[in-house]
């Protein structure tokens, strides 16, 4: 036996043994990326196989949650793909805007940028105080830093650049204050924002959704989970309300496809049909 | 000693836009494996580089998309701002991991998960580029029983990519842009002699 083929079964039954203790199930995401992440992991980890990982993961919750925090990819920034938002906005805040209050589930958070950015979007559209947003994630860790709003202040050239792309009707530096290094959000974007575990493989619905963010999530998923993760959002949303997901992610020869439009491709903005 | 091949991986950077002209451009539409590239870009690149090679060469050029099934006769390039990577089963998948080797695309994502998968039926191709990414790749690559094609230097636009490459591994083959259609169809015919030491024709 090749040394690759013990090291697929030794992974199989590491994320089996996760399941069974810890109820995270990771066995549906896509081999290569996991693969590639895990190897990762074990290398920086006090361990040299991931047998040997296994007896203290299954007890240990400390090294568990060190797995979590190796296997998710948490890269994410402030308006990323600015012609995304900008079709948001352009295209789909309109829509928003009939409805008294809306509903807004970012599925897959991370740190918390896309749900920020969607606030600072929404209140310059005159929208402030008629949304609430429930933005989850399957790592803590990242939940955690989200509802503190605070970000490297090097990263705010960038993210300005974005925000201007994006259409950004103000300049960005009035969302920030700047502490040192850091920069941290303003209250006035975090209060309808709730941040809160969730996780796609095992948890449920969300209901009465206007609007449903799953981005850069399901590429790391196998297509079974990526099923499960759509039938979760349509049946979180209502009739007339959007799914956005990620640039490489569609729902082309999906199961929920047919009861979607896509509103601006290739932006990947579907509408769910009435009726 | 003839062998078959399950697919192309190539790596390019810097003059990578008229690398693959040339390279592409000399293969015919039926050529019977399915070539998957990364070629470094910007996050904003858009995808009119699938679009001009597609137009220019006889062979089927398109942009990598979510669960598309790794076909013959059919070129997959990278997306901006995403890792490309090969799953189990021939099928494509993204990432959206962290810059690898400076670079997202990365050049060695693709070539460790493609050896992963395709182990001694993968052919790894680097082209010009002025970095280093693609090296650790080629390595796993000829690891895994491979072959391993470098752009001679002296031809490439930027000669650092190949010199890592060929620094990193023992390559087998090195040659001009001009040969290298012509070798990967003898390759892909199981006409070309393969030395799996990796002392091929040089
Ligand atoms: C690359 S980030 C995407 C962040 C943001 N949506 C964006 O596009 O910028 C992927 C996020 O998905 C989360 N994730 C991974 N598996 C998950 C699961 N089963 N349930 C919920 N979130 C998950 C990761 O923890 C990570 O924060």
Redesign the pocket.
Same mark, same amino acid.
């Given at each position: 036996m090749q040394s690759g083929e013990v090291e697929d079964v030794e992974i199989r039954l590491l994320l089996e043994g996760v399941q069974r203790i810890y109820g995270? +199930? @990771?066995r549906d995401?896509a081999d290569a990326s996991i693969r590639r992440r895990l190897t990762h992991w074990l290398a920086e980890s006090e361990f040299a196989t991931f047998s040997q990982a296994q007896s203290r993961l299954l007890r240990d919750r400390g090294v568990f949650e060190s797995l =979590?925090r190796g *296997?998710? &990819?948490? &890269?994410?920034?402030m308006f990323? +793909?600015p012609a995304f938002f900008r079709a948001v906005r352009e295209q789909v805040v309109p829509f928003l805007k009939t409805y008294p209050f809306v509903k807004i589930w %970012?599925? $897959?958070? #991370?740190?918390g940028?896309?749900a920020y950015s969607m606030a600072i979007l929404l209140n310059e559209e005159g929208m402030a105080g008629r949304y609430r947003m429930y933005a989850? +994630? *399957?790592?803590e860790t &990242?939940l955690q830093k989200a509802s503190e709003g605070v970000m490297p202040i090097m990263e705010m050239q960038r993210f300005t650049r974005n925000y201007q792309k994006a259409g950004g009707r103000a300049s960005f530096a009035d969302y920030y204050t700047a502490r040192y290094d850091r920069a941290i959000l303003s209250a006035t974007l975090k209060k309808d924002i709730v941040f809160a575990p %969730?996780?796609? #493989? =095992? +948890?449920g619905e969300f209901g009465e959704m206007n609007m449903v963010?799953?981005?850069? &999530?399901m *590429?790391? @998923?196998k297509p079974a989970?990526k099923e499960r993760c759509l039938r979760l959002f349509d049946s979180s949303l209502l009739p007339g309300g959007f799914l956005c997901l $990620?640039l490489k992610e569609t729902l082309e020869k999906k199961k929920i496809g047919e009861r979607y439009e896509e509103l601006a491709p290739p932006l990947r903005i579907y509408r769910k049909r009435y009726g | 000693m003839a062998r078959l091949f399950k697919a192309v991986v190539v790596g390019v950077s810097t003059g990578g836009v008229l690398a693959l002209q040339k390279l592409l451009g000399q293969l015919p539409a039926d050529f019977h494996l399915p070539i998957l590239i990364v070629q470094h870009i910007g996050p904003d690149a858009g995808s009119g580089l699938a679009k001009l090679l597609d137009e220019r060469c006889a062979l089927r050029v398109k942009e990598a998309d979510e669960q598309d099934e790794i076909l013959p006769g059919t070129a997959y390039l990278a997306p901006p701002n995403y890792h490309l990577l090969v799953e189990r089963g021939g099928f494509l998948s993204f990432s959206?991991?962290p810059y690898v080797s400076f670079a997202r695309p990365s050049v060695d994502v693709l070539f460790e998960s493609a050896a992963e998968v395709f182990g001694p039926e993968l052919i790894g191709v680097v082209l010009t580029g002025a970095n280093f990414d693609g090296s650790r790749g080629l390595m796993t690559i000829k690891q895994k029983g491979g072959v391993a094609i470098v752009q001679d230097p002296e031809d490439a636009e930027a000669r650092q990519m190949p010199q890592a490459a060929m620094a990193a591994t023992d390559v087998d083959y090195v040659l001009a842009l001009d040969g290298m259609a012509a070798l990967l169809l003898k390759l892909a015919s199981g006409r070309a002699a393969i030395s799996h030491k990796g002392t091929g024709a040089r």
């Amino acid at each position: 036996m090749q040394s690759g083929e013990v090291e697929d079964v030794e992974i199989r039954l590491l994320l089996e043994g996760v399941q069974r203790i810890y109820g995270y +199930d @990771f066995r549906d995401y896509a081999d290569a990326s996991i693969r590639r992440r895990l190897t990762h992991w074990l290398a920086e980890s006090e361990f040299a196989t991931f047998s040997q990982a296994q007896s203290r993961l299954l007890r240990d919750r400390g090294v568990f949650e060190s797995l =979590v925090r190796g *296997i998710t &990819v948490n &890269v994410t920034e402030m308006f990323r +793909d600015p012609a995304f938002f900008r079709a948001v906005r352009e295209q789909v805040v309109p829509f928003l805007k009939t409805y008294p209050f809306v509903k807004i589930w %970012h599925a $897959g958070c #991370a740190t918390g940028e896309e749900a920020y950015s969607m606030a600072i979007l929404l209140n310059e559209e005159g929208m402030a105080g008629r949304y609430r947003m429930y933005a989850t +994630d *399957i790592n803590e860790t &990242v939940l955690q830093k989200a509802s503190e709003g605070v970000m490297p202040i090097m990263e705010m050239q960038r993210f300005t650049r974005n925000y201007q792309k994006a259409g950004g009707r103000a300049s960005f530096a009035d969302y920030y204050t700047a502490r040192y290094d850091r920069a941290i959000l303003s209250a006035t974007l975090k209060k309808d924002i709730v941040f809160a575990p %969730h996780n796609l #493989a =095992v +948890d449920g619905e969300f209901g009465e959704m206007n609007m449903v963010l799953c981005r850069n &999530v399901m *590429i790391y @998923f196998k297509p079974a989970l990526k099923e499960r993760c759509l039938r979760l959002f349509d049946s979180s949303l209502l009739p007339g309300g959007f799914l956005c997901l $990620g640039l490489k992610e569609t729902l082309e020869k999906k199961k929920i496809g047919e009861r979607y439009e896509e509103l601006a491709p290739p932006l990947r903005i579907y509408r769910k049909r009435y009726g | 000693m003839a062998r078959l091949f399950k697919a192309v991986v190539v790596g390019v950077s810097t003059g990578g836009v008229l690398a693959l002209q040339k390279l592409l451009g000399q293969l015919p539409a039926d050529f019977h494996l399915p070539i998957l590239i990364v070629q470094h870009i910007g996050p904003d690149a858009g995808s009119g580089l699938a679009k001009l090679l597609d137009e220019r060469c006889a062979l089927r050029v398109k942009e990598a998309d979510e669960q598309d099934e790794i076909l013959p006769g059919t070129a997959y390039l990278a997306p901006p701002n995403y890792h490309l990577l090969v799953e189990r089963g021939g099928f494509l998948s993204f990432s959206a991991d962290p810059y690898v080797s400076f670079a997202r695309p990365s050049v060695d994502v693709l070539f460790e998960s493609a050896a992963e998968v395709f182990g001694p039926e993968l052919i790894g191709v680097v082209l010009t580029g002025a970095n280093f990414d693609g090296s650790r790749g080629l390595m796993t690559i000829k690891q895994k029983g491979g072959v391993a094609i470098v752009q001679d230097p002296e031809d490439a636009e930027a000669r650092q990519m190949p010199q890592a490459a060929m620094a990193a591994t023992d390559v087998d083959y090195v040659l001009a842009l001009d040969g290298m259609a012509a070798l990967l169809l003898k390759l892909a015919s199981g006409r070309a002699a393969i030395s799996h030491k990796g002392t091929g024709a040089r």
